[in-house]
């Protein structure tokens, strides 16, 4: 097990990119005061700013963002459908919180998913030049790793499986990888020990290096160990609280 180095502020080094940025990306039109709310509450969260199990009451968050009830209400719905919150009658917003099945569905489709793109990725011509970009993340992935940049290394380390979809031009399959990796990142949130981690950017080192010599079995066993490894260092939930004021930068 590798542990985080003290925390250096290389994050402008890095061009590690905000989770919702994808979204904003394929959205279309010019960004709505829904979409602000729900992108800045999206990247609360997958940032582990925001941690399963916080309540997202309404007043908090019409004050956090200087916006309408209805704004926030609007966003925390799309939120809900995304399975990133769970709105609970006469109870309000919560950000979700696996169970163990769900994390055990996450992960099966992961991997059936993950194991089709590496297929696909492999059909494609002049696959080695193609990988140059994710070679580049890894290495910045790591070098967040190194530095103790947590949060950018959580964001690298999740787009690396978004952008391998992204790489076929396939929308549909992007936007499921996209939306079960997020998922993923609130079940490790959940379970995982903070301040440790397995050293992802190695396993998604051997994943590209495999798909560069056109290994597709070695591939696939690759990113099969990546997820499972993942799936199986989940420990018990943590305790720690999570103020949505905190999370926006903003102290009562």
């Known amino acids: 097990m590798l542990y985080l180095n003290p925390q250096r502020d290389i994050s402008a080094e890095l061009d590690a990119p905000r989770a919702s940025s994808w979204r904003s990306a394929h959205g279309g039109g010019a960004k709505s005061e829904i979409d602000r709310v729900y992108d800045d509450i999206f990247d609360a969260v997958m940032d582990r700013r925001l941690l399963p199990g916080a309540k997202l009451t309404e007043a908090t968050l019409c ?6 009830r209805a704004t926030v209400r609007t966003a925390l719905s799309q939120l809900a459908h995304d399975k990133i919150v769970v709105i609970e009658p006469h109870r309000g917003a919560f950000v979700w919180q696996p169970s163990a099945k769900e994390t055990r569905d996450v992960f099966e489709m992961r991997q059936a998913l993950e194991s089709m793109t590496l297929d696909m990725l492999l059909a494609l011509p002049g696959l080695k030049a193609r990988l140059a970009p994710l070679y580049d993340m890894v290495a910045r992935e790591r070098k967040a790793f190194e530095c ?18 992204h790489l076929l031009g396939n929308q549909v399959l992007t936007e499921m990888l996209h939306s079960l990796c997020a998922r993923t990142s609130l079940i490790i949130a959940h379970y995982d020990t903070q301040g440790e981690s397995a050293c992802s950017y190695l396993e998604h080192q051997d994943i590209l290096d495999q798909l560069s010599r056109g290994a597709a079995d070695a591939a696939k066993a690759a990113m099969h160990h990546h997820l499972e490894d993942c799936e199986h260092r989940m420990s018990q939930p943590g305790s720690e609280p999570a103020d949505p004021w905190l999370a926006f930068g903003v102290k009562r």
Do not use: K, P, T
Not at 63 to 68: E, N, R, S, T
Not at 148 to 165: P, Q, T, Y
């Open 63 to 68: 004050a956090v963002f200087a916006c309408a």
């Open 148 to 165: 103790g940049d947590r949060v950018s290394w959580i964001r690298l380390s999740n787009a690396f499986h978004v952008e391998m979809a």
